[in-house]
């Protein structure tokens, strides 16, 4: 391995541009074979989707086509199938990058994430790396994906929404399993929300320090100088086009003497989780029940209002996480629990406030018959 790579990054922000859902040739014959491989016959797929409503019981595998263009809505246990396909791809194609680099090196390796894109599984596609990491624009999440009124989003467009990005370094925080960067850090306006206002001033410090109070292990700043053509021309660099220093580079010269001189810490567990799960979102998006409504806004405004109490939140799997320690686990919105998280729960003498939006059986359309 040579001695001055200290990590490797594989592919630069997961699902960016609606780069995860493909409605091509491929992916139906893909869909087609995950779905045998699951289910063995076709009897046994239409028991499982409750295909007899709507007879719309298949003959073959042959027959399953993507679940778009479909006259109404198609059956949501279609598009379950095709959302965890979808999120399986990535995991492969992520292995694939993994094994080229492990057959070169043994340095750690990263994946890179962005706020708010939730078409994929990140503890899956990170459950066997080192380093998670992910990009952070606060002065443009407020108008693209925080979810703002335009009051909120004109308060907040020179600083970000405060809580935010607080919730994406727990997130990732977790994914990484207490290892995690920001990889792509905003040190000025950026360019790609329809208005892009400078930072206040202290904010880049600001946005730098809070990361890592959430324990990040470093902060990398997007971009060292700024481009002098093409698409992101007007997105700001630590330097300007001239190579002369950017108004951030001064807050960034300032953070580091500051963790210069700070003393030694260490990962503290918070008193309270937060259970986020992808699979809920993709449940949510396909079955909705009410206009408007976001499991992503749900678990959001949960993690906000115990912030708002001055809780510290970690944000875990619905898996069978370790929950020991915890004062009270919040798992709003979940739609179809899996079974190691329940019992991974009943292990723990703690207070669990739990929500489901529904019983189904995780693999399957069908009502839990014990709930």
């Not at 990054?9 to 960016?16: D, S």
């Not at 990140?122 to 992910?134: S, V």
Request: charged letters at 20%; proline letters at 8%.
């Amino acid at each position: 391995m040579p001695p001055h790579v200290a990590a490797w990054q594989t592919v630069t922000e997961y699902g960016c541009h609606d780069t995860i859902l493909s409605y091509s040739d491929a992916a139906r014959v893909a869909l087609r074979g995950w779905r045998a491989q699951r289910y063995g016959t076709i009897a046994a797929l239409n028991v499982a989707w409750g295909n007899v409503f709507w007879s719309m019981e298949y003959d073959s595998f042959d027959q399953i086509d993507l679940p778009n263009l479909t006259v109404t809505d198609p059956n949501p246990s279609h598009v379950m199938a095709f959302r965890r396909l979808s999120s399986d791809q990535v995991v492969a194609f992520k292995k694939v990058q993994v094994d080229i680099i492990r057959a070169a090196s043994d340095a750690p390796i990263s994946r890179n994430y962005m706020g708010r894109v939730t078409d994929f599984d990140h503890f899956d596609l990170g459950a066997d790396q080192e380093i998670a990491t992910w990009d952070n624009d606060p002065s443009g999440f407020p108008e693209d994906r925080v979810g703002a009124s335009p009051e909120h989003q004109r308060k907040y467009a020179r600083q970000g929404d405060p809580d935010f990005q607080a919730f994406h370094h727990d997130l990732y925080r977790a994914v990484g399993r207490g290892r995690w960067w920001v990889m792509k850090q905003q040190p000025g306006p950026v360019n790609w929300v329809p208005y892009n206002p400078a930072p206040l001033p202290g904010m880049v410090r600001l946005w730098s320090r809070e990361t890592f109070a959430h324990g990040a292990e470093a902060v990398c700043y997007f971009r060292w100088r700024q481009a002098p053509m093409a698409q992101e021309m007007m997105r700001a660099g630590l330097l300007r086009p001239d190579n002369v220093d950017a108004p951030g580079m001064a807050e960034v010269v300032q953070v580091a003497r500051e963790l210069a001189d700070a003393p030694d810490v260490s990962a503290a567990r918070a008193p309270v989780a937060v259970v986020f799960d992808n699979d809920a979102d993709w449940a949510w998006q396909a079955l909705p029940h009410a206009a408007g409504s976001s499991y992503f806004q749900l678990v959001f405004d949960t993690y906000q209002a115990l912030r708002k109490l001055g809780v510290s939140v970690d944000i875990v799997p619905p898996s069978a996480w370790d929950f020991s320690g915890y004062r009270v686990i919040f798992a709003p919105g979940l739609m179809h629990p899996p079974d190691g998280l329940d019992r991974a729960m009943r292990q723990i003498n703690t207070r669990v406030v739990l929500r489901l939006a529904d019983g189904r059986t995780r693999d399957a359309g069908l009502c839990c018959p014990h709930l």
